[in-house]
Structures are given as C-alpha cells and as structure tokens.
C-alpha cells in the first residue's frame, strides 16, 4: 500500500491569522480581529487555487487557531470545510499538543497522521510553528520565521511516521493578505 494519495505527501504549515491583543482574557480565548478573518478565509482561498485542500487537519484548540481554520476553511469552497480526495470533508483534529507546543512536539503530532492522508495542514503557533519549518527544511526556511497567516508548503520525502529533520523540504510559502 502507498502511502498518501499517488505516493506524494504535502505539509501545509500554517501559523494562526492576526489576533487581538490579550487583555483580561487568558492566551488560549484569543478571538482574531476582523483582518486575520479577511486574511484566514484568503489563505484558504489560496490553497484551494493550488489545488492544496487538505485530508487532514492539525489545529490547536486555542480560540484564534480554531477560528482561523474556519476561516480558511469557508475560503477553500465558499461553505463549510470540503477539501481531500474528491472533495470529502477533511479530518479535523484538534490537538491540545498543538498549542504552546516545541518542534519536536509538533513533529511527534505528525507522525500520528494516518498513511493514507495525502494532504495535512498544521494550523498553530510562534515559535513552535516556524521552528518546525526550519528544521524540516534548514537551508531554505525562512529565517524571520512565519508572520501570520503564513502558509509554507513542505513536501516530505518520507511516511508520515518517519518524518524527521531535514526529510521535507520547502516548495512554496504565502502570505495570505485580504
């Protein structure tokens, strides 16, 4: 059996769109301002221009992730989340792992991915979120890291399971600007 859809595998890193500042809320209650809305659903439109609809989707639990993945979402079809293989609904995970989370944090939630999943996007946070780009791709990951509502494409060269530092490397990015 192959593994994803045609033997090729796609990582779509995705930081969260732009939130409003804390204030009296906790970190994981922050809701986006209207711009990371506009920016989120035009990332989502992006990715469904280059043929980029996800089978699974990463999501920290954070209020500014989840909303963020809607957003992205309603701009892949203009409705509710249809993306993966013939349009189906992706798998969406949200993973508590996923928020405040190191690299290697991030690394391990991917090797859970099922072998079949052609497509997974990964919608979380600064630092971990550019960190993990740079060690799956050192020599071409952007140095200033991922601003939000940055998209960067990897393409492993390895199953899910055995993705490691160095093995995907980077063949686009996009900052997504309504």
Not at 96 to 114: C, G, H, K, N, S
Not at 141 to 159: E, I, K, M, S
Request: charged share 20%.
């Amino acid at each position: 059996m192959t593994d994803g859809r045609n033997g090729q595998r796609t990582l779509v890193l995705l930081r969260h769109a732009k939130a409003e500042q804390s204030g009296d809320l906790p970190d994981t209650e922050r809701s986006l301002t209207a711009r990371g809305h506009a920016d989120a659903a035009t990332a989502g439109a992006w990715l469904a221009r280059h043929a980029l609809l996800p089978d699974v989707v990463l999501c920290s639990p954070a209020r500014r992730t989840r909303q963020t993945w809607h957003d992205v979402a309603m701009g892949m079809s203009g409705s509710p989340p249809e993306g993966g293989p013939a349009g189906s609904a992706p798998a969406v995970r949200y993973e508590v792992t996923a928020y405040d989370a190191l690299p290697d944090q991030l690394l391990e939630l991917l090797w859970t991915v099922e072998p079949t999943a052609g497509t997974v996007l990964l919608v979380a946070h600064n630092p971990g979120i550019s960190l993990l780009s740079a060690l799956l791709d050192p020599q071409r990951a952007d140095p200033d890291g991922l601003r939000t509502t940055d998209l960067v494409v990897h393409r492993p060269t390895t199953r899910w399971a055995d993705l490691a530092p160095g093995n995907a490397p980077i063949t686009g990015r996009h900052t997504a600007r309504a």
